[in-house]
């Protein structure tokens, strides 16, 4: 059956109760020509907010300015509605958490009050965490929304760093089903060469960190808190498993094509590759041909009968979702990638290669 492609330009839909309201005068100034660069270059003036490095407000500037002065206008001279945490954003909605280009995939915390992902805010790519369960978000149009912490470069007290690498850079984190324990992948290395790669553990109760291999992992989940599941990159069609505790590796799934997509479900493993997408159950390891199709990036996730990916689009890449059922696609927006689906499913953290940032869209 052919796909057919549905296309969400902007999210629509009725407003829900205004939470709060605050002058739009005082918010739109942020984003005026006389104000916007100067708390780029500088950040907000008599505040106590610490303001971001040089090269971040710089790399960032241009593009954040045109973007912000887009979706700013449409409600010059007007109220801007406040809401309080993302669960208040109706279907279809998104919304703006950080304002940075980030590498590697992104995850939730299992209570799904915290998205996790790499910044190199501090100077060094490193891991942070974000509360988004009640962060006051600021709509700037229609649907469209903007956390307000953002508004006065307060990530540094907003957001949370939860490895201090200096040498090497942290990148890939994976939370444990339990959210004690959180993988990542670091590494030496320039965009044409990398090296010294270790795949970590980092205790986030006691904030202690074991190495747990000298070697690069492709990919990586928790099947358990007590159980990792890794694909190695000198044997990308292999699925291995780590018993956390006994140190046992052993093969857990094997592929004939290179293995390019892995995330971990409640009830089944989702794997990637050969044009290919396979559900591995957890109960008893039997493997379903999912889907038939070109699917991108590293994570994939199943929420009903919707596979949301990576999906290719033209001359870029675009996050959506495959209906299982009607083989129709839904893109939610181009540039997008590495999108990761919240554990009650409804809502979907994403980065944005377009405007350089992390938005977490409420599927409808």
Known sequence: MPLRLRQLTRPLGNKSPVSRSTGGTGLILIFGLESWMGLILFGPPNSNAIPPPIHYRMKKALLAFFYLAAIGQSSYGQDLRVISGIEEMNPGAYTIVTMQLHEGWLDWFPTDEYVVFASDFSGTENVWRLRV?????????????????????QFASTAEQLTFETERKAINPAVSPDGNAMLYQAFRGTDSVCEDYAVQLLDLESRTTTPLAKERWLLYDFLSPETVIYVPYEQDSLVMKLNLITKEVSEWQSFNYPISGLQVGSEQVLLNGGGEVHAVRLADGKRTLLYEGEVL????????????????????????????????????????????????????????????????????
């Open 133 to 153: 369960a009640d962060l006051d978000l600021v709509e700037m149009y229609d649907g469209i929304f903007k956390a307000s912490f953002l508004l006065q470069y």
């Open 297 to 364: 990036g590293t994570r994939l996730n199943l929420t009903d009968s919707r596979l949301v990916a990576t999906l290719p689009a033209i001359s870029t890449t675009a996050g959506g979702y495959v209906n299982l059922n009607t083989d129709e696609v839904t893109v939610l927006m181009n540039g997008l990638s590495e999108p990761v689906v919240s554990h009650n499913g409804e809502f979907v953290v994403v980065k944005s290669e377009f405007i350089q940032s992390l938005l977490v869209f409420r599927l409808e």
